[in-house]
């Protein structure tokens, strides 16, 4: 005899989508924006898990960073929507749910890590992810998971570049795992005289951060941060493979004593730039940085270079553009052009950019990080942007802006496709 149980709730539109995608994918990566509802939806889904779970004993977890949280946020949500079932023990001492069907939800804190070692778990949300330790995944929970072949979900809101930020990223190209935004501008779910009204009493970062999902909200006056996000969004942060009938061109930011940054670059032509490949050393001569083009054994065409390519050195009497060219390497000398109208160009060049996501990562994250001091005095961003460890890999991207564009001056022509002509990436290979 069958039991019909109604549960006493009715999952949004998105929410429902949610739970179909959670079915679907063993590990999923879901960034919601503020009152979004994910804590109601992910303790539904464990409930729908707990009931279904075929396997004897079912174990079902939810962690938040702290037990306190885990109490005050959620406790209330798992009695409440359990509480229809009949027979359901409650165990307020430990934040456990006991279901007629042997299954067990488990509410948890990850401030302590040594106690969470040895369970084993079907099924296990991590909520708030960049505020809980880097190694709950890999060390405790990861492990509890495996011998029942369970599912992990985990939930937040962006706080920057943090182990959040890197399972969103690999979620995208990792074989059982998917992932999810929603951003409150595009839900409807906080209408928008709410979100105006938290606009006013919030800064536009906050806002950004909390309310528009940005993982690089939390860098005050970040310069290509917007650019950047705006490629993530559509997709153009991506696997971009090396194309064989495309020569591979680098742009330089070279350093003595300090970080020499090299971008790899196919200019596909129609409009669309191939970030293929990023690589970033200091200390280091340039006959090491010879050895690493040819170990990365790329079809090369041209090397582009900063005007201090030119500067003589007074041991050796010779410029590095000289000595580079002793080793095989021979560059241009992009133009030199003021910092900020630098910076217009890679903005302008950012857009028409495909970057693959594994080979550029540290470069990526240093474009990110990239980004203007705030001055308390004005209650500005300073024009001159930060120079510290992200400075180089800028300084070669807009090296690459102003070479790009020397390129289509020289030509006479923009490298752009007809208008009627739709880009698809799938058709070079850039996803």
């Known amino acids: ?15 429902a989508k949610l739970h179909q995608m959670l079915d679907k994918n063993r590990f999923n990566v879901l960034v919601c924006h503020r009152r979004f509802g994910k804590t109601v939806c992910a303790v539904n889904h464990l409930i729908k898990r707990a009931i279904e779970e075929t396997k004897p004993s079912p174990r079902l977890h939810y962690i938040s960073p702290t037990y306190r949280q885990s109490k005050l946020v959620t406790w209330d949500y798992l009695r409440s929507f359990t509480s229809a079932i009949p027979g359901t023990k409650y165990h307020e001492t430990e934040l456990r749910c006991d279901l007629p069907n042997g299954a067990r939800i488990t509410l948890l804190g990850s401030e302590n890590l040594a106690g969470l ?5 079907d099924f296990c949300v991590i909520d708030e992810v960049a505020n809980c330790p880097e190694s709950l995944f890999p060390e405790i929970i990861r492990p509890s998971l495996s011998d029942r072949k369970g599912g992990a979900c985990f939930i937040g809101t962006p706080q920057g570049h943090n182990y959040f930020h890197d399972l969103w990223e690999a979620a995208a190209s990792t074989k059982g795992w998917a992932r999810a935004m929603y951003k409150a501008s595009e839900t409807g779910i906080v209408d928008d005289d709410e979100l105006e009204a938290a606009r006013a009493t919030m800064t536009a970062d906050q806002y ?5 999902c940005s993982w690089v909200a ?20 991506t696997t971009v493979p090396c194309l064989e009938d495309h020569r591979v061109d680098t742009y330089w930011d070279l350093g003595m004593h300090d970080y020499t940054a090299i971008w790899f670059v196919q200019n596909v032509g129609r409009g669309t730039v191939h970030i293929v490949d990023f690589y970033q050393n200091q ?9 690493v083009l040819d170990e990365k054994g790329y079809l090369y065409g041209s090397h582009y270079g900063p005007h201090d390519l030119e500067v003589r050195e007074l041991g050796t ?21 003021p ?22 990562r540290e470069g990526l994250e240093a474009l990110r990080h990239y980004h203007r001091k705030y001055n308390e005095h004005t209650r500005k961003f300073r024009d001159q942007p930060v120079h510290d460890w992200s400075s180089h890999a800028a300084d070669a991207f807009r090296t690459a802006a102003v070479g790009l564009e020397g390129t289509r001056m020289s ?14 990436p799938y058709e070079y290979g850039a996803a």
């Not at 410029?319 to 133009?335: D, I, M, W």
């Open 218 to 237: 939390n860098v005050p006056g970040s310069v290509f941060g917007k650019e950047l996000q705006d490629a993530d969004d559509a997709g153009r942060i």
């Open 1 to 15: 005899m069958t039991t019909k149980i109604e549960i006493d709730y009715m999952p949004r539109p998105l929410q």
């Open 208 to 212: 950004n951060q909390e309310f528009e």
């Open 339 to 360: 910092v900020e109208d630098g910076i217009h160009a890679a903005r302008l060049l950012i857009p028409r950019c495909y970057f693959d996501r594994d080979n550029c």
């Open 283 to 291: 200390g280091e001569g340039l006959p090491h940085y010879a050895r």
């Open 317 to 337: 009497g010779k410029s590095r553009r000289e000595a580079a060219h002793n080793l095989g390497l021979t560059f241009r000398v992009v133009p030199r052009l």
């Open 411 to 424: 030509t006479g022509r923009a490298p752009q496709r007809d208008a009627e002509m739709a880009y698809n």
């Open 117 to 121: 070692r040895g369970i084993y778990s």
